[in-house]
């Protein structure tokens, strides 16, 4: 076993886009297993790279969003092997599912939001943080609870050719729904309707969002699920139909420049449309986790529910394959593998 615990740092904020000077490389001892009461110790196997993690290396503010210490390792959704618990619940050996940090090893949590799940036995670590993990689990939520998904109710989906947004988008259809979806390029909009089966795709990148959405959906939107926000978002609501409800899931659009997420134009359309607008985390729905997981089976077993995946392999890769999600350059739900026991199911 190594002595070292290798980790990477927020060395500065970063000024709009992200660049390798925002991160510093360190090795530190492996820490303690002398734990309090509610804690574990890991050793990290993999981490998914989330888009909201760019907001959390942003000044502590007064969103409710968690903000990285300089000089403290990058928070990041992973996978991870228990070396020793004081957790209720958790037992050394156990395979987890949490909010960790790039480094080899860490202490977690066994509280609050930021708990740590099991991973269902019979699904590898990565399938626990990809094809099954948070980025599915948040479509599902999004979509079946906030959303309150009704067949034969028209869906628009921003980011939808990302992890979160496929698959809703798919789950949308599965549940009988009239799809479309807005993504950045012909071939994303071309893989999400002839890979993933949904109605229609919007290209913003060569057209008139708020224009295809009137006519693609004559009737208005009655769920939008939001991954994006900006003129997007306000093409949407432009666009809502009466009782309408839109699912606030990220505002990506934002997060990798230096301004602030942007407010809405016409509230009055909200209130005049009876329209219901709502975030939510996945983790609120922790004690679910199995529910979701159990139906994701199910559903991609049945052919149900097309995956990408884009699995990068390092730990000294970490900063550069997380800035991939800002330029383009990601093909699907982005993982970085750091240990050979990534295959393991149990």
Same mark, same amino acid.
């Given at each position: ?11 500065? &904020? ?28 890991? &050793?990290?196997?993999?981490? =998914? ?10 000044? @502590? ?37 949490? %909010? ?5 090893? /860490?202490? =977690? ?6 708990? @740590?799940? %099991? ?11 990809? &094809?099954?993990? =948070?980025?599915?689990?948040? /479509? ?14 028209? =869906?628009?989906? !921003? ?8 698959? *809703? ?17 012909? !071939? ?23 224009? +295809? ?5 004559? /009737? ?15 093409? *949407?609501?432009?666009?809502? /139909? ?10 990506? *659009? !934002? ?18 449309? !009876? ?10 729905? *922790? ?20 995956? +990408? ?15 991939? %999600? ?21």
């Amino acid at each position: 076993m190594s002595t070292v615990n290798r980790q990477w740092l927020l060395k500065r &904020r970063p000024a709009g886009h992200l660049n390798e000077g925002d991160f510093e490389y360190r090795e530190a001892p492996i820490p303690s297993d002398d734990l309090k009461p509610g804690e574990i110790l890991v &050793r990290n196997v993999g981490f =998914l790279c989330a888009p909201t993690m760019r907001n959390w290396m942003d000044p @502590p503010s007064k969103s409710l969003y968690p903000s990285i210490p300089l000089g403290q390792p990058i928070m990041a959704p992973g996978v991870a092997r228990v070396t020793a618990s004081q957790a209720d619940g958790i037992k050394a050996g156990d395979r987890v599912l949490g %909010l960790s940090s790039w480094q080899d090893y /860490a202490v =977690l949590s066994g509280g609050g939001l930021r708990r @740590p799940t %099991l991973i269902p036995d019979g699904i590898d670590f990565l399938e626990g943080i990809g &094809r099954y993990g =948070l980025n599915p689990m948040t /479509a599902y939520f999004g979509l079946l609870d906030v959303g309150a998904a009704v067949s034969g109710e028209t =869906l628009v989906v !921003s980011g939808a050719a990302g992890s979160t947004g496929s698959t *809703a988008a798919q789950i949308g259809k599965i549940k009988g729904m009239k799809v479309i979806g807005i993504a950045g390029g012909k !071939s994303k909009c071309a893989w999400l309707t002839n890979e993933c089966g949904i109605d229609a795709a919007i290209d913003y990148k060569s057209e008139d969002v708020a224009a +295809r959405i009137a006519q693609l959906c004559p /009737a208005g939107i009655d769920v939008f699920y939001d991954n994006v926000g900006g003129e997007i978002l306000q093409a *949407a609501i432009d666009n809502m /139909a009466p009782k309408g409800r839109i699912v606030l899931c990220g505002q990506i *659009a !934002s997060y990798d420049t230096a301004e602030t997420a942007e407010g809405l134009r016409n509230m009055m359309r909200l209130i005049y449309g !009876s329209i219901r607008m709502q975030g939510f985390l996945c983790g609120n729905y *922790a004690d679910r986790f199995n529910e979701a997981v159990n139906n994701l089976k199910a559903w991609t077993a049945a052919g149900k529910i097309n995956y +990408r995946e884009d699995l990068r392999t390092g730990f000294e890769n970490l900063p550069k394959s997380f800035s991939a %999600l800002f330029d383009g350059s990601n093909a699907g739900t982005l993982l970085v593998q750091i240990d050979d026991s990534a295959k393991e199911t149990r």
